[in-house]
């Protein structure tokens, strides 16, 4: 029997792997910690005092206080309580061109339910020009939603700027912060938000929880209704398990950036695309295609396109070899019309099915961005020699 053959993750911003000491954290909430955390007696005592200490560890990470943390069942349940719960019919909201469908989709249907929505446009790298967002304002201008880091991308938007804006037009603003919680540091204060939603499973949590910061003093109306859990903001009985996760992660995320871990996560993303750039031609970082003018970017993610590759094609085949990458963010792959991500940013749609995402983790070796780098360029080179297209062009060219 040989060794299995080797696998490397590098589709972290679609999920990550829950670390070994965040399962450990969890373990004894599915046994012998099983009371309802609403319960007097001492079951519902110990898993009480479980859900708030991991209430504290989240809002340490946020840099907030614990009783301004409501646990939800996710990214998309936070994005929708803030947009849903902080607006009125006749509000208007502003919100951008690359937000994830978790708030696009809530815009869309708050459509449906009297309100207003503007979708301020983004540039070639990728990025809310603040000025778009202060010219949407209108006197009826409820909520300004921009989301903090990009899925696709990892480009981070100016969102201290916008938080100054909505300040001073008196409005309330709320960033999706999913792709930032554990890759950079974030402090609510300093945005100025007044909302902001994390997911657990994209920072080594379990799927299936995740947690709204809402401003101490901002009315929300809440999506479900039942009994007073989270103070009668989010009804339900609480997921013990996966809140405890999210507590350990999120004291693990900021032990990690108090080691400078995110500075070695960026070593390794720039490794592996310096690497692609120098032996892969016509490979470009998306976003990155104008010279000198670089954007801030969260440390794991890095988006390229392969000229005249399927990238579609070019997932399946590094997935056979061994590589998980990704083509577009998991829950749009699969969809014919392509990345409306990188369509706002102006890229052609046959650059946009060339785009492959790569996406680290805690867990990413040195020696899985060798195996990627070497994995890539071998593939790209044997799909390009089978490609008719690909060899005209070089011919003519
Ligand atoms: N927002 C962003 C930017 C995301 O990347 C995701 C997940 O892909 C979500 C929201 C949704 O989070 P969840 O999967 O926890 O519902």
């Not at 996710?74 to 009125?88: P, R, S, Y």
């Not at 696009?104 to 020009?129: F, M, N, W, Y």
Request: with cysteine; proline share 4%.
């Amino acid at each position: 029997m040989g060794m299995p053959p080797r696998r490397v993750y590098l589709d972290n911003n679609a999920t990550t792997p829950v670390l070994p000491e965040v399962f450990e954290a969890m373990r004894p909430y599915f046994t012998e910690h099983f009371g309802n955390a609403s319960s007097i007696h001492t079951h519902g005592q110990e898993t009480r005092a479980a859900v708030e200490s991991a209430r504290e560890s989240v809002a340490a990470l946020l840099g907030c206080r614990a009783a301004e943390i409501i646990f939800t069942s996710g990214g998309t349940e936070a994005d929708n309580l803030a947009i849903v719960g902080l607006t009125k019919p006749g509000d208007h909201v502003i919100t951008s061109s690359i937000e994830h469908h978790a708030v696009l989709h809530t815009c869309k249907h708050l459509e449906a339910i009297g309100r207003e929505v503007t979708i301020v446009p983004v540039d070639g790298r990728g990025q809310v020009d603040p000025a778009d967002v202060q010219r949407a304002l209108r006197p009826t201008t409820r909520l300004i939603s921009i989301m903090m880091a990009n899925n696709e991308t990892g480009v981070l938007q100016a969102v201290e700027e916008i938080g100054k804006i909505a300040a001073d037009a008196g409005v309330c603003f709320h960033t999706d912060a999913v792709q930032a919680a554990g890759k950079v540091a974030i402090d609510v204060n300093q945005i100025g938000c007044h909302a902001l939603s994390i997911s657990g499973h994209k920072f080594h949590a379990p799927q299936g929880v995740g947690a709204l910061y809402l401003r101490k003093g901002t009315h929300l109306d809440p999506l479900f209704y039942g009994g007073s859990h989270e103070r009668s903001r989010r009804a339900g009985t609480e997921n013990v398990p996966g809140i405890v996760g999210l507590g350990k992660a999120s004291q693990l995320a900021k032990d990690a950036f108090d080691r400078g871990d995110d500075k070695k996560m960026s070593a390794l993303r720039d490794r592996l695309e310096q690497g692609i750039l120098a032996q892969v031609e016509d490979a470009v970082v998306n976003g990155e295609s104008e010279k000198n003018n670089r954007v801030a970017r969260v440390p794991n993610t890095t988006n390229i396109r392969f000229e005249h590759i399927e990238g579609e094609s070019l997932v399946i085949a590094l997935d056979l070899k061994g590589l998980a990458v990704s083509a577009g963010a998991a829950c749009s792959s699969g969809a014919t019309e392509g990345s409306h991500v990188l369509l706002a940013m102006g890229l052609r749609a046959d650059q946009v099915r060339s785009s492959i995402r790569f996406s680290l983790g805690k867990q990413t070796t040195d020696e899985d961005i060798d195996f990627a780098l070497a994995l890539v360029s071998e593939t790209v080179a044997r799909m390009r020699e089978l490609s008719p297209s690909y060899r005209k062009e070089a011919i003519s060219s």
